[in-house]
C-alpha cells in the first residue's frame, strides 16, 4: 500500500490496485477481479495469481474488523490456547470464519512481532498484548 | 555490563514524534558531516573498514554491498530499508522503528550518498501497520527541515505497508512484492546491487544495519572496529522471549555470551534450550549457552526464543514446522513439499505415532531441503530439526513406538 507520496512507477501496480479494491470493497469481489483483468488488457488468472498469494487480499467477505490471533511458538509458549479459546467463544465462531452479523471474522496468524507482550492478537491494525480470557471480553467489548 | 547502548541509544529519550528532540541529540549531525564533506567512495570506505554486517540474518559486508550498487551502472538506484521483519520471535525492528524512526532515516540518506539513490522505501511488513503513521510523519518532518536536501541530489523517502508474508523479508521477494507481483524470490545472480527493484541496482538492507551508519559516519570505523570480536564489529540487537522472566529487545557488544543474555537480563531460570535467530534458528542447549554470540558462532536476525525443562521439544519442533509449512510460498518443490512432509512426520512423532524410520526420513528430508531449495525459507527451516535430533535424540526415541 502506498502510505506516502506517490511514485509514478509503482502506483498503478497490479497489487496496490487490488488493495485499493479490497479497500472499497472489505474483499476482491470476482466481478472486481475481472473488472481489473480487463481494464489492465490481461488474463483474469494473473489477477487471481497474485490475490491468492497474499492473505490479505480474501476473496471472501470479511467481518468488519478482522481478528488475527497470534498462534506462534513464542505467544504458544505463553498460554496462548485459553485466549484463542475465549475469543472463539466470545465470537462464536471459529478461525478462518466471520460472524453471522458481519461485525467480526477470526484467524490464527503467524508471529505478529509483539512476542514481548504475548500472548498477542491483531483487531483490524491495533495490537493487543499480555492477554487473558478476562482482557480478551473487555477488549473485544469495546468494538461492539 | 555487558549491555551497550548504540544502535538504542535514543530510544525512550528522545520523542518519536518530534524530530527537535532527535537533533537535540545530535541527530543528523552524521548526515552534514557526510554531505559535503565525504565523497561517496570515501563514505563506502569508511563503511568497509567498520567491518558492519547485515543485521537481518544474513551477515552481508554492508559497505560492499554498498560499492556493487555504486559500481552499477543504472540510470538511477534505490535503496530499501527492509523492516518485513517476519522471523518468529522477532520485535526488534519494530521496537527501533517505534522509539527512534529518525535514525533510520539517517541512515537511509547517508546510504543514498553513498550509492547515489535518488529514492528510497521504508517497507513494512503488512502486520506494522500501526507504525506506518510515526515513520510518515517522521519522513515528512525531516522533508520539511530540508535535513535531505544536501548538495546537489536530494532523497525522497517513500514509506511502504507491504502485503505479504514471511517470505516477503526475503530481498527479491520482498522486490516482487513492491513491484506488484507474487512475492516470491528470484533467482540469483543478478543480485540487488546489480538489478534489484524494477532492474535498477539496489542496496537494501535491515533497518538495525542501517541505524549503525550514522553511528560510524559520525565516529569513524575505528571505533566501531573497537567493538565486538574479528569477524562480527559492533554491537547486536536481540528480542528475547518465551520462558523469561524479562522478555524485550536488549542489545549487546558482539561476542557476549548467550548465558548473560537469557540469565542474567532476560532472567531465565531452569533453561533447557535457547533458539537463536527464530523458527529457523539453531538450537542451543542449556550446557552450551556459554558462547560468544557473533556471525562466528550463532547470531541470525536477533530472535531469541527461551524455553525451560517443563518443554517437549517434538512438540515446539512440529509447531516450528507448521510456520514453515504455511509461510512456504511454495514456488519450489523441496521447500514446499519438504515442510509439508516434514510437519506430518513431527505431528505424527509428537503424536506418539511415529516410527524409528520416520527420525531417518526428518535427516533425508532436511539434507534435501537445505541443498536444493532455492531460497533461505526452504534451505534454514530444517536447521532447528537437525540441532534437536542431535541434543535431544533421546526425547524424540522416548516419543517413538517401539
Redesign the interface.
Known amino acids: 500500500?502506498?502510505?506516502?507520496?506517490n511514485?509514478a512507477?509503482?502506483e498503478k501496480?497490479?497489487?496496490?490496485l487490488l488493495?485499493r479494491t479490497r479497500d472499497v470493497y472489505g474483499y476482491i469481489p470476482e466481478h472486481a477481479l475481472t473488472g481489473l483483468a480487463d481494464q489492465l488488457g490481461i488474463r483474469a488468472v494473473d489477477v487471481y495469481?497474485?490475490a491468492t498469494?497474499?492473505?490479505?487480499?480474501p476473496l471472501k467477505p470479511t467481518g468488519k474488523h478482522v481478528i488475527?490471533v497470534c498462534r506462534?511458538?513464542?505467544c504458544?509458549?505463553?498460554h496462548n490456547r485459553p485466549v484463542i479459546d475465549a475469543v472463539e467463544r466470545e465470537l462464536g465462531i471459529s478461525p478462518g470464519h466471520t460472524g453471522d452479523d458481519g461485525l467480526f471474522s477470526l484467524e490464527l496468524?503467524?508471529?505478529?512481532?509483539?512476542?514481548?507482550?504475548?500472548p498477542a492478537m491483531?483487531i483490524d491494525?491495533?495490537?493487543f498484548g499480555d492477554l487473558t480470557p478476562e482482557k480478551v471480553t473487555e477488549i473485544l467489548g469495546r468494538y461492539r | 555490563m555487558p549491555q551497550k547502548s548504540l544502535v538504542l541509544r535514543n530510544c525512550g529519550v528522545i520523542d518519536p514524534q518530534d524530530v527537535d528532540s532527535y537533533l537535540a541529540r545530535g541527530g543528523f549531525g552524521a548526515l552534514r558531516r557526510v554531505q559535503p564533506g565525504m565523497t561517496p567512495a570515501r563514505v563506502i570506505e569508511e563503511v568497509k573498514r567498520s567491518g558492519l554486517r547485515g543485521r537481518g540474518g544474513g551477515g552481508f559486508p554492508t559497505g560492499l554491498k554498498w560499492e556493487q550498487t555504486a559500481r552499477s551502472p543504472g540510470e538511477r538506484k534505490y535503496i530499501i530499508c527492509n523492516a518485513s521483519e517476519g522471523e518468529v520471535g522477532a520485535f526488534k525492528d519494530r521496537y527501533i522503528l517505534e522509539k527512534d524512526p529518525f535514525m533510520v532515516i539517517e541512515g537511509m540518506a547517508i546510504a543514498a550518498h553513498a550509492v547515489g539513490a535518488t529514492k528510497a522505501y521504508i517497507y513494512l511488513r503488512s502486520e506494522y501497520g500501526h507504525i506506518a503513521g510515526l515513520l510518515m510523519n517522521a519522513v515528512s518532518q525531516v522533508e520539511q527541515k530540508g535535513l535531505l536536501d544536501g548538495c546537489g541530489q536530494s532523497l525522497d523517502i517513500e514509506v511502504w505497508l507491504g502485503t505479504g508474508g514471511y517470505v516477503c523479508g526475503e530481498e527479491t521477494a520482498l522486490m516482487e512484492s513492491l513491484e506488484g507481483r507474487r512475492g516470491e524470490p528470484r533467482a540469483r545472480p543478478p543480485f540487488p546491487p546489480s538489478q534489484g527493484l524494477l532492474g535498477f541496482p539496489t542496496a537494501i538492507n535491515n533497518v538495525e544495519t542501517l541505524m549503525n551508519v550514522p553511528w560510524i559516519a559520525a565516529n569513524g570505523a575505528d571505533g566501531f572496529c573497537s567493538l565486538g570480536t574479528s569477524q562480527s564489529r559492533g554491537t547486536k540487537v536481540f528480542s528475547v522471549s518465551g520462558d523469561v522472566e524479562r522478555p524485550g529487545v536488549y542489545e549487546l557488544e558482539m561476542g557476549t555470551s548467550l548465558r548473560e543474555l537469557v540469565e542474567e537480563l532476560a532472567l531465565a531460570g531452569d533453561v533447557k534450550m535457547v533458539q537463536v535467530g527464530g523458527a529457523s534458528g539453531r538450537i542451543v542447549p542449556a550446557d552450551k549457552m556459554d558462547v560468544r554470540l557473533s556471525y562466528e558462532t550463532v547470531l541470525g536476525a536477533g530472535p531469541v526464543i527461551v524455553f525451560d525443562r517443563s518443554r517437549d521439544v517434538v512438540d515446539i519442533m512440529y509447531r516450528t514446522m507448521e510456520f514453515f509449512a504455511e509461510e512456504s510460498c511454495g514456488k519450489c518443490a523441496p521447500c514446499r513439499e519438504g515442510t509439508q512432509a516434514m510437519m506430518e512426520t513431527l505431528g505424527r512423532i509428537a503424536d506418539g505415532r511415529g516410527v524409528r524410520k520416520d527420525l531417518k526420513a526428518l535427516e533425508q528430508l532436511s539434507n534435501a531441503m537445505m541443498l536444493t531449495s532455492s531460497c533461505g525459507l526452504g534451505q534454514a527451516a530444517p536447521v532447528p530439526i537437525i540441532d534437536s535430533l542431535r541434543y535431544f535424540g533421546e526425547e524424540y526415541d522416548a516419543h517413538i513406538r517401539p
Open positions: 500500500m502506498l502510505a506516502g507520496r511514485d512507477r509503482l501496480n497490479l497489487l496496490v488493495e495469481a497474485i498469494f497474499y492473505r490479505a487480499l488475527k506462534s511458538v513464542p504458544y509458549l505463553k496468524v503467524n508471529c505478529i512481532g509483539a512476542c514481548d507482550k504475548a491483531m491494525d491495533d495490537v
